[in-house]
């Protein structure tokens, strides 16, 4: 009998991997997805705790899905099993049940695998389930193989977990330690991948160039050495990675930018702040210049490399010179793409114990920071007009006759073009760029309709 499934989610693209994996565990039960809550008889909220006020936001929506189930069970349409997943519920869990009982099921990051066992406790309605441990094995193991279709672009999962500790971050306490999946499993994932349809594949990690998983030899391999046996897998045409951190950014990884075609010349590299003081209070163990020397070494490898980063403002204790500090480096570094935060306090981590800095001084450095970020990132874009560029289509436009692809630079790029291209890769020359996407032609519109 088919079920309707929804999930709700929230936060890095770690948590769109795990929510699809979640999805295919729970197919075999009869699970299929829902367009909207209100069609679903299970729920799931896969939640983040980057976010300021992450858990207030969780509480407010399971309160208005406890308001839909009521209204469910009213109409005569069923009952609707709550379960709230993810970093909120891994550092929350107990919170979650005290204060909404009503919940089903809470479970973390590591547990998901444990999800169909969780739902059928739920059916038989035997009380809530709170599973919030680290596993001895990993979740990897028993997962399901991949769906039979991919997206055209497909995240693939081949580091969790962090062993850095950053004192405003919660990841640690959330993933765990940092664990690497041995190769041989990666390489068997994405062929089911490319098999399905994708073309372009993400590799996720919290610490993704701390990558060291096991090889076929048994020794550790290195995030550059898995990218290179990945760009050798049939089907690929590109290959991207995320997050990353400068001390993981080792020579073999920045080499692989300028020898291996698949690898786009698009880096998130986060940097977080450009005053040394700063950064030695968030413990991310390099100074602003050791970043400069490693954004140095990626240019010399492929000078067309485009990189995005993450900036907090307002973090405990910074003052006028460190913000200028980070001012001046956005200004040298040029960004395509950034994402910049004021600092909000995450219960346990050490920060939070910090000076903290008042909102309305907050306020002014965030607006002025995105003011120069954002006439970067368009003034990046402006500059592609009239160039010609490879561009993936992965889906439909919102306007008929419309696709929207990717650059190799990460903009989105809308295209008059049949659909018959989605999944491959079009010559398109860029008439205008924007804040926040390029405009383009088909360059053989003939041939490509033919």
């Avoid at 399901?144 to 081949?158: E, M, W």
């Avoid at 050495?225 to 950014?249: D, N, Q, V, W």
Wanted: aromatic share 6%; charged share 25%; net charge negative.
């Amino acid at each position: 009998m088919t079920k309707k499934l929804f999930i709700s989610t929230h936060g890095c693209q770690m948590n769109v991997y795990d929510s699809d994996r979640m999805a295919e565990l729970l197919r075999p039960l009869g699970y299929r997805p829902a367009a909207a809550p209100d069609d679903a008889d299970m729920v799931i909220l896969n939640t983040c705790h980057i976010r300021e006020k992450a858990s207030e936001k969780v509480f407010s929506e399971l309160g208005r899905l406890r308001a839909t189930r009521r209204e469910r069970e009213a109409a005569g349409n069923g009952g609707m099993i709550i379960a709230v997943a993810g970093c909120v519920a891994q550092a929350e869990g107990e919170e979650i049940l005290r204060r909404a009982p009503y919940v089903d099921m809470v479970f973390g990051p590591q547990a998901y695998h444990q999800l169909p066992e969780m739902v059928a406790r739920a059916s038989r309605g035997a009380g809530a389930t709170l599973n919030t441990d680290f596993p001895t094995e990993p979740k990897f193991d028993t997962l399901p193989a991949r769906a039979a279709d991919s997206a055209v672009s497909a995240f693939l999962t081949v580091q969790e977990g962090c062993d850095k500790f950053c004192s405003f971050c919660v990841v640690p306490y959330t993933r765990g330690a940092e664990y690497s999946r041995p190769v041989a499993a990666i390489l068997e994932e994405a062929r089911q991948l490319l098999a399905g349809g994708a073309r372009e594949l993400t590799l996720l990690g919290q610490n993704v160039n701390a990558y060291h998983g096991e090889g076929p030899d048994g020794r550790p391999v290195t995030l550059g050495r898995l990218i290179r046996l990945l760009a050798e897998a049939p089907g690929l045409e590109r290959l991207r990675y995320t997050t990353s951190h400068p001390l993981e950014m080792t020579d073999d990884l920045i080499s692989a930018h300028g020898e291996v075609p698949a690898l786009m010349p698009y880096l998130h590299l986060p940097v977080q702040s450009g005053s040394d003081r700063i950064l030695a209070a968030m413990n991310r163990r390099h100074s602003a210049d050791d970043y400069r020397r490693i954004v140095d070494k990626l240019r010399a490898a492929r000078s067309d490399l485009a990189l995005s980063s993450d900036f907090i403002v307002g973090f405990p204790g910074e003052t006028a010179a460190d913000f200028e500090d980070t001012m001046t480096l956005v200004g040298e570094i040029g960004y395509a793409q950034a994402y910049s935060f004021k600092y909000s306090p995450r219960p346990g981590t050490p920060a939070a114990a910090g000076e903290m800095i008042e909102e309305p001084v907050k306020d002014e450095r965030l607006q002025r920071l995105q003011v120069l970020l954002n006439g970067q990132q368009a003034d990046f874009n402006a500059g592609f007009a009239g160039r010609v560029l490879p561009v993936l289509l992965e889906r439909d436009g919102r306007q008929t006759g419309q696709l929207v692809g990717r650059s190799p630079y990460m903009q989105s790029v809308f295209v008059e073009a049949p659909r018959h291209r989605i999944g491959r890769v079009a010559e398109v020359r860029i008439e205008a760029g924007f804040g926040r996407s390029l405009k383009g032609v088909l360059v053989t519109p003939d041939a490509a309709a033919a």
